[in-house]
């Protein structure tokens, strides 16, 4: 009945003859996703409470990095609509002739990235300037106009501070100009701002997406714990690792895009509270309120978004749990 | 011959506990084989060698003239979809029906759900619980939850079926006709072995019977097919 080790060297035989894949058909393979998905469900039914927990966690979690997100997509639209009215003021010596203005505003017009010359004369500044100040009879006792010519030239939105210098340089080193101010003090700080708000949002979302990641994680483990003798039963009955890790992976996209669905009802939530202090906010300063950056597409990046992290959070505990399950 | 040979295999837990030592057994494909022995003798390492849940410390383990000592694991599903597998606990799925638990191994295997519904029943049929095929195992006697385990084992018509101690939790009465079951599956060509301690239930079947002392085989009734 016993044989020596040597007596069966000669006809060994290799496992894919003996026992082949066979090929899944497509049909199957549908089905196996759509009953997973349908056991996924039913498993967050039966635990509804904790699915809750959970998505509300993950959910504070994602809300603040997308928090931070719309607020500073508004303040990019702050930038660019603000962008859009920088430039200098040009103001020429009193008396000078008046052709010089003209002349030279021509002349400017022509300038790569000017898309706006305005030339004020002093009568026309007087003018304006009575009008807003209200002491025009102040300056109708000094007996002559003391304002200058003033030429306020607008720039492209898309040229940088560098090139709004050096064409503000240029334009003080010309005939007759006594000064040239360029108004680009909000348009730096505003960028320095946003800077510094993009990396907080970086940072932030780093971090939160990685405790995002561990919730889901830590969830998808208890769930694995709680269905390992199943788990074992399908090793011994001939699943594969992707077949038994599938539903914890479903589970996890589930608990991930979950909680991105709650951190959009929390931001759109706390927008709703903030709307109408905002609206006297803006209408202070004569704008109505255009809030940029909560919209579809990044409702549909936000639910994506915790979908991937939920995905990461189970594939890395299904991989740490169930590598050595029924797998000697 | 194509079948199970067990050559000179030994295995020693990381604990030091000697489960197996130098064991060489050969089992031809289509006979059925009793493997008994007192608790502790190395019946349930047996089957788990053959299972593949654990891996031998020397020896090797034929199976089809594969040494499955050296499959990969990718290739373990493939291998364990040719068994089937009676435990003495049952594992049923406590949250699914009987249909569900027996449908499992076909599932897994993709089989189409008509001809799944249509082997599911057989088998349902073949253990005499076909009439509960809605219940869930819970609303089972034990012995109903063993039969529905040995349709779940037969369902995928596996080439080996293995029980371990399939009629632990049964009375004598029970106990017969599970191991009647196992005789009319051997009668389809499948190897069957099964551990079990029930010296005089598994003597009344006449068939081999391997008897494992201290992880060595103390006795061999001989070979059958």
């Given at each position: 009945m016993s044989k020596s080790p040597q007596t069966a060297e000669p006809h060994a035989k290799r496992p894919a003859q003996v026992w082949p894949a066979e090929p899944r058909p497509w049909r199957a393979a549908w089905r196996d996703r759509v009953r997973t998905l349908r056991e996924s469900y039913a498993f967050i039914a039966r635990n509804w409470l904790s699915t809750l927990l959970v998505w509300l966690l993950i959910g504070i979690a994602l809300a603040l990095p997308a928090a931070l997100y719309v607020i500073d997509a508004n303040l990019a639209r702050a930038a660019r609509d603000w962008r859009g009215s920088v430039g200098f003021s040009a103001y020429f010596e009193p008396?000078?002739?008046?052709t010089v203005p003209a002349e030279f505003a021509e002349a400017l017009a022509?300038?790569?990235?000017?898309?706006h010359v305005e030339l004020v004369t002093p009568d026309e500044a007087l003018a304006e300037f009575q009008g807003r100040a209200g002491i025009g009879e102040a300056v109708a006792a000094l007996g002559r106009n003391p304002l200058p010519a003033t030429i306020r030239a607008t720039v492209s939105p898309g040229i940088g501070p560098e090139r709004l210098r050096a064409l503000a340089q240029g334009a003080a080193a010309?005939?007759?100009?006594?000064e040239a101010v360029v108004e680009t003090t909000w348009l730096e700080r505003l960028a320095a701002i946003r800077e510094v708000a993009a990396r907080v949002v970086g940072i932030v979302a780093a971090l939160l997406g990685l405790g995002a990641i561990l919730i889901c994680s830590a969830s998808v483990r208890l769930a694995i714990e709680s269905r390992l003798a199943e788990v074992t039963l399908l090793a011994l009955v001939g699943a594969d690792k992707r077949f038994i890790r599938r539903p914890f992976f479903y589970l996890g996209v589930i608990y991930g895009s979950g909680g991105a669905l709650v951190a959009a009802m929390l931001l759109s939530g706390s927008l709703m509270w903030l709307e109408e202090p905002l609206a006297r906010l803006f209408a202070s300063y004569g704008e109505g309120l255009h809030l940029a950056g909560f919209d579809p597409t990044f409702l549909l990046a936000l639910l994506l978004c915790g979908g991937v992290l939920g995905a990461i959070g189970a594939a890395t505990a299904s991989h740490q749990r169930l590598k050595s399950v029924a797998y000697a | 011959m194509p079948g199970i040979e067990f050559l000179s295999v030994g295995k020693r837990f990381d604990n030091g506990t000697e489960a197996l030592a130098d064991v060489s057994v050969s089992i031809a494909e289509g006979s059925m084989v009793f493997l008994t022995g007192h608790s502790g003798a190395g019946k349930s390492t047996f089957l788990r060698l053959l299972l593949r849940l654990e891996t031998t410390t020397h020896g090797r383990i034929l199976v089809n003239d594969v040494?499955?000592?050296?499959?990969?694991p990718r290739r373990l599903p493939c291998y364990r979809r040719h068994l089937g597998v009676v435990f003495q606990d049952h594992q049923l799925l406590g949250e699914r029906t009987v249909f569900d638990n027996v449908a499992l191994p076909l599932r897994v295997a993709g089989t189409r759900e008509r001809e799944t519904a249509r082997r599911v029943r057989g088998a349902l049929s073949s253990v005499g619980l076909l009439e509960k095929?809605?219940?869930?195992?819970?609303?089972?006697s034990a012995g109903e939850r063993q039969r529905v385990g040995i349709a779940r084992a037969v369902v995928n018509r596996p080439k080996i079926l293995l029980a371990d101690?399939?009629?632990?939790?049964?009375?004598p009465g029970l106990s017969k006709t599970v191991m009647g079951l196992f005789r009319v599956f051997k009668g389809t060509g499948s190897t069957v072995i099964i551990a079990s301690h029930d010296i005089a239930l598994i003597q009344d079947m006449g068939e081999r019977i391997v008897d494992l002392a201290a992880g060595r085989i103390a006795g061999d009734t001989g070979t059958n097919s």
């Open positions: 008396g000078i002739d008046s022509q300038e790569p990235g000017v898309v010309s005939q007759g100009v006594d | 040494d499955i000592g050296r499959l990969a095929e809605r219940m869930l195992p819970r609303t089972l101690e399939p009629t632990g939790n049964l009375d």
